[in-house]
């Protein structure tokens, strides 16, 4: 129902049918109020009928909708790098100049969002002139999203306005799909228009993709492709390069004629193995390149052959057995030290399985580690853990990705005599810049290398001058307190060493450990402790090595000539970045409490599919390290029972993680523990099956594998036919993606026609993806490794305007697509108010309740209380008027009729008082009368004296009993009270006759 432009609307309007009510309460009130004057009986009704209305309006939850013919206008601005600076700086222009047209009398409101991988608001739509002399948001300009732009500028819109969106843009989008999103605002009322920003590269060359086969067998000759996109004709080289290297002949200076080029390169390799390619063209002419981005491609091959593993130890030289006998099993071996690991994850698919012999866990980085688990778990690579003392807990692997992939764990859980260190650290100030900021850090990387049964400590010179314990020695389960007292920690610079390592040597002697170790980290400065503290300190087997950083003219000789006599070793370093690797190796010197080196010969408890036909005795083993069996993991061999304690702890350990297969054993492979087994006649063969049983299995079938990009999503196509041309259905593949990040999820695979099976994955980033299908076929598990590579964004594969989808946009937004955005600035009405009309919405549910109650308690004080709103209103003016004259008025009662009732009962109370008040004679007379006795006043109450006839009123009255006198004074002070109410009610009736005679008054 309008109103002067004020629509009334009901959320419910089933609840206006109470309304029928009011003849019905309106019926039984006026009964109820017939005690009421006229005036006010009708009052009560009219209010007991308005509450009735307004709670029926609040329960049909009223609205008030009222037209709002204000406009905000949101220029969404494309800043994408695909877009020449030129057009993105005329688009900035545009924008400034239109807004100018905006209404201010009726204060229509402007904002700008820029958009491009990412959407930001530069300008909130505001009533103000529009200043936007540059822009500031980050929006990552590689990639083109038109979708969350127009998301984010429907939120940004304020509530009750006309919206519209003005979208300037190239329309090559390669995120999202922004007509989605334009249908999804235009149901909210917003209005899309687009100006179409125009460019086109008239000299562009671009690698458009690089072709090659992922999967080619030793020996057998294969073709690498390049496409190339030229926009006119001209020269340019075009290199290959291969594993990094260029390739011989390939390096040519080609004509490039307009539209596509392709070139064809022969290669062939006789080693398995995986190969890198690279492609890039280089006009002669900068002239003929508008976009440098694109100007590369990448791709990658496995050439397939005998299996290949990866063999890191430190010291090679020792591990040389393992490879003689994994050679003579036809498994290629590749054996590198920790330094010569490869550092990207595509360098790992050439082998089938990776082998760590020996290894401590710092030096491996936390990549690395990463890097391992994504491979096991998603790709579906073996890896292996042999044993030594820098293996396995002894090397300081706990809580680390490698302990997650394997079968064991590095905490002991299972025994009862659980074996475990002491570490005790001194912390010196020093000059180093930030110094006590990574003292902090390596102490932390300490406490999360031990386990919650080793104790740790930390010493320190605080700011009161005094050596003391940051903590003492304490289990590391307590691992929270420690850190959280580190959040503090502010060492100072001590003077000497002595107190300090006095302290750490008490602290340590206390402690119950198996192994015991110091560490001194200092910048040498601090006088040496006595030597006989440091012969105290060995005489109770703990070790101590000290870190100098910081020092003052070189290395300090009394640090390193601590270490040498404690038993420990001697760090000096320059950076600070070194500290943590440091720290961490010397912290799991603790650690080795978890390495037995007892003689023993191993049980083989279970065989399984790894064991098969390996003999039964085995030969003995003279160490190795303690771990503990995870829960699904297979125990093959174990250590034998011990007299004190009947835990038997994994020697070979094996489970499957993810896709991929993993073993633990916890001797090594003949280097120091194993040298009876590397003579053994069983050891070729026991460890040929280990390695071929964790390594990835590759598919025998020859199917073929497609692979492209379309915008940020990769598509992976496998036509599963067999030889004889029968498609092969129904096969259930459980796909994975690793990002060039190591960031691994599922990847769904379906079949949607025979024989092909698709799997689109996420690829927004650059690099390379690898995709691993595993499947069953007959029974046997089968995995297809393949990948991609994403050389640079889409955003650099179309340069030009792409007018199909902004014209799409325009249409699907309701609003005008401008084809000449010059003529547009000029005649375009952004700020038009051909709009859909917007009100705005008020629920009033809440103040129409709120004035029910209010009505509510007006209608009780209408009918209980009485006002003679006349002489209310008569007294009040009386009152201003004596304030005007600045005279206050004496207070006089405003009724005469109340005035004489008061002046009648004043009187009849002095009156009252005056005949009750005992005469002073008789008064002090009663107060010189003894009471008399309980008895005699019951007595005398009951008695009745008779005053003797003829007194006279001076004669002396004979004293009355007091029980009677009590009884006559109640009946004069009754007779009293009757008296005196008949007294005011005769007055009263007097006033009244006087008030009806009176007509004037």
């Not at 040597?505 to 030597?531: C, E, N, R, Y």
């Not at 040498?564 to 010397?586: H, T």
């Not at 598990?781 to 014209?807: C, D, I, K």
């Not at 325009?810 to 000449?820: I, N, Q, R, S, T």
């Amino acid at each position: 129902m309008p109103v002067d432009g004020v629509t009334f609307d009901f959320r419910a309007p089933w609840y206006l049918l109470l309304l029928g009510l009011l003849p019905l309460v309106w019926w039984l009130a006026r009964r109820s109020l017939t005690g009421l004057s006229m005036p006010r009986r009708w009052c009560s009704l009219a209010l007991r009928a308005a509450v009735l209305l307004l709670m029926v309006l609040a329960l049909a939850e009223t609205r008030l909708l009222k037209r709002n013919e204000r406009l905000a206008v949101i220029f969404v601005i494309d800043r994408s790098e695909s877009i020449p600076a030129e057009q993105r700086e005329a688009a900035r222009q545009y924008v400034v100049e239109t807004a100018r047209a905006r209404d201010e009398r009726r204060e229509d409101m402007v904002g700008v969002v820029a958009f491009g991988k990412v959407a930001g608001i530069e300008v909130l739509p505001r009533p103000e002139p529009l200043e936007l002399e540059s822009f500031v948001t980050l929006i990552e300009p590689d990639a083109t999203d038109m979708a969350a732009a127009v998301r984010l500028a429907v939120a940004a819109f304020p509530e009750g306005t006309g919206k519209r969106i003005v979208l300037l843009s190239d329309g090559n989008e390669n995120r999202e799909s922004v007509l989605e999103e334009v249908r999804n605002a235009r149901a909210q009322g917003v209005t899309v228009d687009v100006v179409p920003i125009a460019y086109s590269y008239d000299a562009e060359v671009s690698l458009e993709k690089l072709l090659v086969d992922p999967e080619v067998n030793v020996g057998q000759p294969f073709r690498v492709r390049v496409v190339v996109d030229s926009t006119r004709e001209t020269e340019a080289n075009l290199r290959l390069f291969e594993d990094g290297v260029l390739v011989s002949g390939a390096d040519a200076r080609l004509k490039l004629r307009p539209g596509r080029n392709v070139f064809d390169f022969e290669r062939r390799f006789d080693l398995s193995g995986k190969h890198d390619f690279e492609a890039r063209v280089e006009p002669l002419s900068p002239a003929d390149d508008g976009v440098l981005q694109n100007n590369s491609a990448f791709g990658f091959t496995f050439i397939q052959g005998e299996p290949r593993v990866l063999l890191c130890a430190e010291e090679p030289e020792l591990d040389q057995p393992l490879v003689e006998a994994l050679n003579a099993e036809k498994i290629a071996v590749k054996v590198v030290t920790p330094d010569f690991l490869p550092r990207a994850i595509e360098e790992y698919y050439e082998y089938q399985a990776i082998i760590l012999s020996n290894v401590g866990a710092h030096e491996l980085s936390e990549e690395q580690m990463l890097i391992f688990e994504s491979l096991v778990k998603s790709v579906g690579l073996g890896f292996a853990m042999i044993g030594g003392e820098d293996s396995f807990g002894a090397g300081g692997y706990q809580g680390t990705p490698v302990e997650r992939l394997l079968p064991v764990d590095m905490e002991i859980k299972q025994r009862k005599v659980l074996p475990n260190g002491a570490l005790a650290m001194v912390v010196h100030s020093c000059e180093l810049g930030n110094g006590n900021f990574w003292a902090r850090q390596v102490i932390q990387k300490a406490i999360a290398i031990l386990s919650p049964r080793d104790y740790a400590g930390v010493l320190y010179f605080d700011n009161r001058g005094q050596d003391t314990w940051l903590f003492p020695m304490t289990p590391v389960s307590q691992r929270q307190m420690m850190l959280s007292r580190l959040r503090g920690f502010d060492p100072g610079d001590m003077m000497s060493f002595q107190g300090i390592m006095q302290m750490a040597l008490t602290g340590l002697q206390s402690t119950p450990a198996s192994i015991k170790h110091m560490i001194v980290l200092s910048d040498g400065d601090p006088s040496m402790p006595a030597a006989r503290l440091v012969n105290a300190i060995r005489a109770q087997r703990i070790t101590n090595s000290t870190i100098c950083y910081g020092a003052h003219g070189g290395i300090p000789p009394g640090m390193q000539q601590l270490a040498q006599q404690g038993g420990g070793k001697f760090y000096y370093l320059q950076s600070p970045q070194d500290l943590p690797e440091i720290f961490v190796r010397e912290a799991t010197t603790v650690q080795k409490a978890l390495i037995s080196e007892e003689r023993f010969v191993p049980n083989l408890h279970s065989r399984g599919a790894l064991l098969q036909g390996i003999d039964a005795d085995l030969p003995p083993l003279d160490g190795y390290v303690l771990t503990s069996p995870k829960e699904l993991a297979s125990l093959l061999i174990l250590h034998p029972p011990g007299a004190e304690d009947p835990t038997q702890d994994p020697v070979l350990a094996a489970w499957t993680y993810g896709l991929g297969k993993s073993i633990a054993f916890t001797s090594d492979a003949g280097r120091r523990w194993g040298k009876d087994w590397a003579r053994w006649s069983g050891y070729q063969r026991f460890w040929g099956q280990c390695v071929r049983w964790i390594s990835r299995q590759r598919s025998e079938d020859r199917f073929r594998i497609t692979r492209s990009i379309e915008g940020d999503v990769g598509l992976v196509t496998i036509d599963a036919i067999t030889p004889d041309g029968q498609f092969v259905n129904g096969l259930q593949f459980e796909g994975k993606v690793v990002s060039p990040d190591f960031e691994s999820q599922a990847v769904a695979v379906r079949q949607v026609s025979p024989g092909r099976y698709v799997a689109e994955l996420p690829a927004s980033k650059r690099g390379t993806y690898t995709v691993s299908m595993s499947y069953e076929r007959g029974g046997q598990p089968s995995t297809l490794l393949t990948g991609l590579s994403v050389p640079y964004s889409a955003e650099y594969r179309r340069l030009e305007t792409n007018r199909e989808v902004l014209r799409q946009v325009a249409a699907a937004g309701g609003g005008k697509y401008h084809e000449d955005p010059a003529a547009a600035a000029e005649n375009a009405d952004f700020f038009a108010r051909d709009f859909p009309v917007t009100r705005e919405v008020q629920d009033v549910w809440r103040a129409l309740l709120a004035a029910a109650v209010v009505l509510f308690f007006a209608d009780v004080f209408v009918r209980r209380v009485v006002v003679d709103y006349r002489k209310v209103a008569l007294e009040g003016l009386r009152r201003a008027a004596a304030l005007v004259r600045g005279r206050p008025r004496a207070a006089a009662p405003s009724d005469a009729r109340l005035a004489t009732l008061l002046e009648r009962k004043a009187k009849l109370r002095e009156a009252a008082a005056a005949r009750y008040q005992p005469r002073r004679g008789e008064a002090a007379a009663e107060g010189r009368k003894a009471a008399p006795p309980p008895a005699a006043a019951a007595a005398a109450t009951d008695a009745t004296v008779a005053l003797a006839p003829g007194a006279g009123a001076g004669a002396a009255a004979p004293p009355a009993a007091p029980g009677r006198k009590a009884a006559e004074e109640r009946r004069e002070e009754k007779a009293e009270e009757a008296s005196y109410t008949a007294r005011l009610l005769e007055a009263k009736r007097r006033a009244l006759r006087r008030e009806k005679g009176d007509g004037s008054k």
